[in-house]
T-cell receptor
Framework: QKEVEQNSGPLSVPEGAIASLNCTYSDRVSQSFFWYRQYSGKSPELIMSIYSNGDKEDGRFTAQLNKASQYVSLLIRDSQPSDSATYLCAVNKGNTGFQKLVFGTGTRLLVSP | DVKVTQSSRYLVKRTGEKVFLECVQDMDHENMFWYRQDPGLGLRLIYFSYDVKMKEKGDIPEGYSVSREKKERFSLILESASTNQTSMYLC????????????FGPGTRLLVL
């Protein structure tokens, strides 16, 4: 079992729709969770971080965390063609005071006009 | 803004050559990381460092070494480049706290012939 699992996609949604990206992780002691966006040929950039169970909203993005189910998701509302990218889920395996991220292989999102 | 720079965007080397990849960050971050990214395999951690002159092996350290003589600079060394080291190499840095994200450099695409 991979430590962080994502569906590779592509996930295709029409412009204006909600895109839902999912991620599961295996290590129950994981403390912090991150979503990165990566455009083709570019490096990852942070979109959201989440540490507590529940939802966290930032503009069109909502991250959801369920530690009991070891599940984290990213919702993108009003999807735009510019959102087309690969979305990486990352889970911190480090103890307090140190950070070591484990990345999923990413979900490719395609938003059609 | 956090800035992480890498010495080259594209590099072509011959099998057996010694290759140096340089990474510099300007935010006084304690932690620095080297990853490689390959299609279908995602981001894999090669080495990381949590302090000057300190280094720790990541998940795939074979064939690589690192150097961190100054806090802002973290170098990745391919002692004798091989074709299976053709990849995208990404450097990242982060502050010490586990809640903090990692900031990525632009990446170096290395081709070993």
């Amino acid at each position: 079992q991979k430590e962080v699992e994502q569906n590779s996609g592509p996930l295709s949604v029409p412009e204006g729709a909600i895109a839902s990206l999912n991620c599961t992780y295996s290590d129950r002691v994981s403390q912090s969770f991150f979503w990165y966006r990566q455009y083709s040929g570019k490096s990852p950039e942070l979109i959201m971080s989440i540490y507590s169970n529940g939802d966290k909203e930032d503009g069109r993005f909502t991250a959801q965390l369920n530690k009991a189910s070891q599940y984290v998701s990213l919702l993108i509302r009003d999807s735009q063609p510019s959102d087309s990218a690969t979305y990486l889920c990352a889970v911190n395996k480090g103890n307090t005071g140190f950070q070591k991220l484990v990345f999923g292989t990413g979900t490719r999102l395609l938003v059609s006009p | 803004d956090v800035k992480v720079t890498q010495s080259s965007r594209y590099l072509v080397k011959r099998t057996g050559e010694k290759v140096f990849l340089e990474c510099v960050q300007d935010m006084d971050h304690e932690n620095m990381f080297w990853y490689r990214q390959d299609p279908g395999l995602g981001l894999r951690l090669i080495y990381f460092s949590y302090d000057v002159k300190m280094k720790e092996k990541g998940d795939i350290p074979e064939g690589y070494s690192v150097s961190r003589e100054k806090k802002e600079r973290f170098s990745l060394i391919l002692e004798s480049a091989s074709t299976n080291q053709t990849s995208m190499y990404l450097c990242a840095s982060s502050p010490g706290d586990y809640k903090e994200t990692q900031y990525f450099g632009p990446g170096t695409r290395l081709l070993v012939l």
